[in-house]
């Protein structure tokens, strides 16, 4: 039998399932060449703590790794159901309390600043602290980020020819409006809202190639987000608010506003010219709980922002997972789409 130990956490709602002890190590100098190890070798350990019955369809986890970056403070691997998502925002946020309270990194008052290497490159960590040591909110200045094509048409089914954006914040997204398919992501049913979603990514997965511009493990679309733009954006405090929808990897639905998907938002808005820098927006998503986002940096040469996203993790259990190789349903199980797949498989 093995034995895998985890702490799990949430940010704004969404899991994050950290690795802590019985995962194997990883061949590879670089953070990318462990995920491509892990992917190959090791996968029944994303696939014991992600898939049901340890798991659920919209889990999410970390797996720490070994830095390959010089000014690293520690590294990860980001999992879900469907795979190994490139970046993560609110487990990134999560990772901030996490590392300051397991004496990862050496906490200092008011502000304790680490780099956190992730699949997608080397992001900036800051840890509000206090003098009893207690960690406050958490904020992350992103990788840079891009619009990587404005206006992509795509002819989807049953609702004809649609308009999308792909932007990218750590990961490739499809923006666009519910308003842009006839719904209304305030009012419309949420099993319509994650249908379109899902269909929308896997029709752009199929007719529409991204790539990289650095990294070709990192050209691929990871998900769709829909937004409440073309509709009033809701002003409860300080901060424009807006709500969105993030349907990522194999379809799972994320309860944050998604970190990655709110650097890819921040992208879009600065490209367009709805945003200057100093001005502070906050997103919501299925939960209600929001992400803070401003402009960390400007490079108008590469057309390219870096994105400050803010929020809070909190811890929610630890637990023991054993794996009995003599279990007919080994690593677990993901929920198959239609019977009839259980009886050819």
Request: proline share 7%; aromatic share 8%; glycine share 10%.
């Amino acid at each position: 039998m093995k034995t895998l130990k985890v702490l799990d956490m949430h940010t704004a709602g969404e899991p994050v399932r950290i690795f802590i002890q019985g995962m194997p190590a990883l061949a590879g100098n670089t953070v990318l060449e462990q995920r491509r190890d892990a992917l190959e070798n090791h996968d029944w350990v994303r696939q014991l703590l992600m898939q049901e019955p340890r798991g659920h369809a919209d889990m999410y986890g970390v797996w720490p790794v070994r830095p390959g970056h010089p000014e690293a403070a520690l590294a990860v691997l980001f999992t879900h159901n469907g795979g190994y998502s490139t970046m993560c925002g609110h487990a990134t946020i999560a990772l901030g309390r996490f590392a300051l309270e397991q004496g990862l990194v050496p906490a200092q008052v008011p502000l304790t600043r680490f780099v956190l290497e992730c699949p997608c490159g080397p992001v900036e960590v800051e840890v509000e602290v206090n003098e009893q040591g207690q960690t406050g909110e958490v904020a992350f200045a992103s990788v840079p980020a891009f619009v990587y094509q404005r206006d992509v048409r795509i002819e989807l089914p049953g609702f004809g020819l649609i308009r999308v954006d792909i932007s990218y914040g750590g990961a490739f997204y499809a923006l666009l409006p519910a308003a842009r398919l006839g719904l209304n992501l305030a009012t419309t049913p949420y099993e319509q809202l994650v249908a379109a979603g899902r269909l929308i990514t896997n029709t752009l997965r199929a007719q529409f190639s991204i790539q990289h511009p650095d990294e070709p493990d990192l050209g691929f679309l990871y998900g769709t987000i829909l937004t409440d733009e073309e509709q009033p954006v809701c002003q409860t405090g300080p901060h424009p608010v807006s709500y969105n929808l993030c349907i990522f990897g194999d379809g799972q639905v994320d309860r944050s506003p998604t970190g990655s998907g709110v650097t890819a938002r921040m992208a879009l808005a600065w490209a367009k010219g709805e945003l200057q820098a100093g001005q502070v927006r906050e997103y919501r998503g299925l939960s209600g709980q929001g992400f803070r986002a401003s402009l960390h940096s400007i490079d108008e040469a590469r057309q390219q922002v870096r994105v400050r996203v803010s929020g809070r993790g909190y811890p929610v259990g630890q637990a023991e997972f054993i794996w009995d190789e003599a279990d007919p349903l080994g690593t677990g199980l993901s929920i198959p789409t239609r019977l009839n797949q259980l009886w050819t498989s």
